[in-house]
């Protein structure tokens, strides 16, 4: 059993920042990947960041330049630095993690961009 607990959402206005955090019950690096995705109601969940193993990153193009995932020196923790935040960045994050056999995901957290 593996779990992935987000937080650091809320509420801010265009412009200002964010840091989500994503807690592991086991070592990161025991992934292939971690990522945050989002997901707004109606709409199919998008793949925002993804760190391997290695340290590489991709991103989305429509935060390229913005977000920034990076790890914990805890090796525990995944984080999602957002700044420059926009309206249409409003959703839900959720974390995930993957192995080749499956990937696990939190349950999300809330991030709410408003003028």
């Known amino acids: 059993q593996v779990d992935l607990v987000e937080s650091g959402g809320g509420s801010v206005q265009p412009g200002e920042s964010l840091t989500l955090a994503c807690a592991a019950s086991?070592?990161?690096?025991?992934?292939?990947?971690m990522a945050w995705s989002r997901q707004v109601p109606g709409k199919q969940r998008e793949l925002v960041a993804e760190i391997n193993v290695g340290g590489w990153c991709t991103y989305a193009d429509s935060v390229k330049g913005r977000f920034t995932i990076f790890r914990g020196a805890d090796a525990r923790t995944v984080y999602l630095r957002m700044d420059n935040l926009k309206s249409e960045d409003t959703g839900t994050y959720y974390c995930?993690?993957?192995?080749?056999?499956?990937?696990?995901w939190g349950q999300g957290t809330q991030v709410t961009v408003f003028s």
């Open positions: 086991k070592n990161i690096f025991e992934f292939n990947a």
């Open positions: 995930s993690g993957q192995i080749p056999s499956r990937s696990y």
